[in-house]
């Protein structure tokens, strides 16, 4: 260990060094036209967009595994919740949603989170059959839940389902939604973390694998909240759109002087606005995790997650400190979740795949190296690269390995198993990575 710890401490332009040979990936995709290369800039900054993206969801993961040690596999699940926020909050209103049921649905909640409270009030206070008063509580809430919320969703998704047929949004700012996106995760987190975190770490895994998967079918089923597997569209968007550009003769006159079609040069000015927007995010994000960990705060979360007995030991509450950065790893996770909504304009609750938002975030994360902000930042953006340039790259290196062999069964079969290299591709990455930099590209220091 501690010829690695000096290793880390010698290669103080590692970092640097790294970052800088991800940008010539990224101005070759760009500028070069070729086998390996789109020599497009549109997509060499639609990787990097969603790259950012990827970036701000390890920075959760980081905090989370990194700052405390806590295993978390419901990564889709906080995700997922982050990407309700834009239907919610910057749609417009679903015309007549609102008086056929949305009253009486907002009752159906608070009685739900009410039965709650006053249950673990009832659990807290009362000593001598507080288990009998708990149950009945719980089960006079369901009922008067149940009555109130099963008519107002049949209502509102009775209300005009092909084109809507949910509760619709508040017509607010867009960017509004991101941080809102945060709150709803964080929320769930609170809630989970309450009842998970006092768990061994393989539970805690268990749980939040759980937890993210109720979540994701949830949102598949609950048409009323955002139409479930019908998809909400037309979500809107803090950037120009295209065809607004493509029509506007300045931006028209302005792209033919660089020696760009109107069309093209739309879809950069866009990415390039995007990019700049996530920058910010990302970039106020690492600031303040790195204030955070460089805090007394910060080494005290270290101290507890490399040793929880000596932590307890010395006064600190273990279980309150987890719950803690839980909760604001989450927080970070929604906000890339609506971030992740914005960019495609397209709620599609089907599209939470886990290997995509858990298994693969926790591949940027390794490779980046655990505990260091930067790494995590640098693990997610070549990741995503390597991710999107597999599924080019695979079927084309097949074809070459396979170009000797004759016609028949085998080679049909590895040129139709192509597709999968993407997979074999990050499984050979992450081994590679955990064999010669176990720690990760840019370790913690």
Same mark, same amino acid.
């Given at each position: 260990?501690?010829?690695?710890?000096?290793?880390?401490?010698?290669?103080?332009?590692?970092?640097?060094?790294?970052?800088?040979?991800?940008?010539?990936?990224?101005?070759?995709? =760009?500028?070069?036209?070729?086998?390996?290369?789109?020599?497009?800039?549109?997509?060499?900054?639609?990787?990097?967009?969603?790259?950012?993206?990827?970036?701000?969801?390890?920075?959760?993961?980081?905090?989370?595994?990194?700052?405390?040690?806590?295993?978390?596999?419901?990564?889709?699940?906080?995700?997922?919740?982050?990407?309700?926020?834009?239907?919610?909050?910057?749609?417009?209103?679903?015309?007549?949603?609102?008086?056929?049921?949305?009253?009486?649905?907002?009752?159906?909640?608070?009685?739900?989170?009410?039965?709650?409270?006053?249950?673990?009030?009832?659990?807290?206070?009362?000593?001598?059959?507080? =288990?009998?008063?708990?149950?009945?509580?719980?089960?006079?809430?369901?009922?008067?839940?149940?009555?109130? $919320?099963?008519?107002?969703?049949?209502?509102?998704?009775?209300?005009?389902?092909?084109?809507?047929?949910?509760?619709?949004?508040?017509?607010?700012?867009?960017?509004?939604?991101?941080?809102?996106?945060?709150?709803?995760?964080?929320?769930?987190?609170?809630?989970? =973390?309450?009842?998970?975190?006092?768990?061994?770490?393989? @539970?805690?895994?268990?749980?939040? %694998?759980?937890?993210?998967?109720?979540?994701?079918?949830?949102?598949?089923?609950?048409?009323?909240?955002?139409?479930?597997?019908?998809?909400?569209?037309?979500?809107?968007?803090?950037?120009?759109?295209?065809?607004? %550009?493509?029509?506007?003769?300045?931006?028209?006159?302005?792209?033919?002087?660089?020696?760009?079609?109107?069309?093209?040069?739309?879809?950069?000015?866009?990415?390039?606005? @995007?990019?700049?927007?996530?920058?910010?995010?990302?970039?106020?994000?690492? %600031?303040?995790?790195?204030?955070?960990?460089?805090?007394?705060?910060?080494?005290?979360?270290?101290?507890?997650?490399?040793?929880?007995?000596?932590?307890?030991?010395?006064?600190?509450?273990?279980?309150?400190?987890?719950?803690?950065?839980?909760?604001?790893?989450?927080?970070?996770?929604?906000?890339?979740?609506?971030?992740?909504?914005?960019?495609?304009?397209?709620?599609?609750?089907?599209? @939470?795949?886990?290997?995509?938002?858990?298994?693969?975030?926790?591949?940027?994360?390794?490779?980046?190296?655990?505990?260091?902000?930067? =790494?995590?930042?640098?693990?997610?953006?070549?990741?995503?690269? %390597?991710?999107?340039?597999?599924?080019?790259?695979?079927?084309?290196?097949?074809? $070459?390995?396979?170009?000797?062999?004759?016609?028949?069964?085998?080679?049909?079969?590895?040129?139709?198993?192509?597709?999968?290299?993407?997979?074999?591709?990050?499984?050979?990455?992450?081994?590679?990575?955990?064999?010669?930099?176990?720690?990760?590209?840019?370790?913690?220091?």
């Amino acid at each position: 260990m501690s010829t690695n710890r000096q290793a880390d401490r010698a290669s103080p332009w590692r970092a640097p060094i790294l970052f800088a040979l991800l940008a010539v990936l990224f101005v070759m995709e =760009g500028t070069m036209r070729n086998a390996m290369f789109s020599g497009s800039w549109n997509t060499a900054l639609g990787i990097l967009n969603m790259g950012l993206i990827s970036a701000i969801t390890a920075l959760g993961v980081n905090m989370q595994w990194g700052y405390a040690g806590l295993f978390n596999v419901g990564v889709v699940g906080f995700l997922a919740l982050g990407g309700v926020a834009p239907v919610l909050i910057a749609t417009q209103p679903v015309p007549g949603a609102w008086s056929t049921g949305g009253v009486r649905l907002l009752i159906a909640l608070a009685v739900g989170l009410g039965t709650l409270a006053l249950a673990a009030q009832a659990w807290k206070l009362l000593r001598a059959g507080r =288990g009998l008063v708990v149950l009945m509580i719980l089960i006079t809430g369901f009922v008067v839940y149940r009555w109130l $919320f099963d008519p107002a969703v049949l209502a509102i998704e009775g209300n005009n389902p092909s084109r809507h047929g949910n509760i619709g949004g508040l017509g607010l700012p867009v960017l509004l939604s991101w941080l809102v996106g945060g709150a709803f995760a964080a929320a769930a987190a609170w809630a989970v =973390g309450k009842v998970a975190l006092g768990l061994r770490s393989d @539970y805690l895994a268990i749980a939040t %694998l759980g937890i993210g998967e109720i979540i994701v079918a949830v949102l598949k089923n609950e048409d009323w909240l955002a139409r479930g597997v019908k998809n909400v569209t037309s979500i809107p968007r803090p950037v120009p759109y295209e065809i607004d %550009l493509q029509n506007n003769p300045e931006f028209v006159a302005f792209a033919h002087s660089w020696g760009f079609s109107a069309a093209e040069a739309s879809g950069i000015w866009v990415k390039i606005c @995007y990019m700049l927007l996530f920058l910010v995010v990302l970039l106020a994000i690492i %600031l303040l995790a790195e204030l955070a960990l460089k805090s007394p705060w910060g080494r005290m979360m270290r101290a507890i997650r490399d040793n929880e007995t000596a932590a307890e030991a010395m006064g600190k509450d273990v279980t309150a400190r987890h719950l803690q950065i839980f909760v604001l790893g989450s927080a970070v996770i929604g906000i890339a979740g609506a971030m992740m909504i914005t960019q495609d304009g397209l709620m599609a609750p089907v599209g @939470y795949n886990p290997l995509r938002y858990t298994f693969l975030i926790w591949v940027m994360v390794i490779v980046g190296g655990s505990g260091n902000n930067w =790494g995590a930042v640098l693990g997610a953006v070549l990741i995503w690269f %390597l991710w999107i340039k597999a599924e080019v790259w695979g079927p084309a290196l097949i074809a $070459f390995l396979t170009a000797p062999l004759p016609d028949g069964g085998l080679k049909a079969h590895l040129l139709e198993s192509a597709a999968h290299m993407r997979f074999i591709a990050m499984g050979l990455v992450l081994l590679l990575v955990l064999r010669f930099a176990p720690r990760g590209l840019v370790p913690e220091q």
